[in-house]
């Protein structure tokens, strides 16, 4: 299934959900930085409902409580292959803007040479 495209807002409500776990509206608007209305988290959850990224988990009292339906992981890898289109899909020019300002560590490196040798065994060797 394609992942929804989210917005900043909508990350950032996604993002309450993933750290505290399920919540109501006025749970979700109290932990978001700058406190938006009321009304505007109820518009941005029910966007983030009508796109399959959150559904509501039960009901207390009139207050429906609301669980991300997207992981983390997935939310993220659809940014990252949204950002690495700007590029037409290529990693060289990120990677060089990486290792410039200093953001890559060795670690980082590391640990994408570890990523890389476990998918070369999954395919097998190369004809």
Do not use: C
């Amino acid at each position: 299934m394609a992942q929804p495209r989210l917005s900043k807002l909508e990350l950032q409500i996604m993002d309450v959900l993933w750290t505290h776990g399920a919540a109501s509206v006025r749970e979700v608007q109290e932990r978001l930085p700058g406190s938006p209305a009321y009304t505007t988290v109820q518009t941005m959850i029910a966007r983030l409902e009508a796109k399959k990224a959150l559904r509501r988990a039960k009901k207390v009292s009139n207050a429906f409580i609301f669980e991300a339906a997207i992981s983390r992981d997935a939310a993220q890898r659809r940014l990252v292959d949204e950002f690495l289109s700007l590029f037409g899909g290529r990693m060289q020019p990120v990677m060089s803007h990486l290792v410039e300002s200093g953001k890559l560590t060795l670690e980082d490196v590391q640990e994408a040479e570890k990523k890389l040798q476990e998918l070369a065994k999954k395919k097998g060797p190369r004809k």
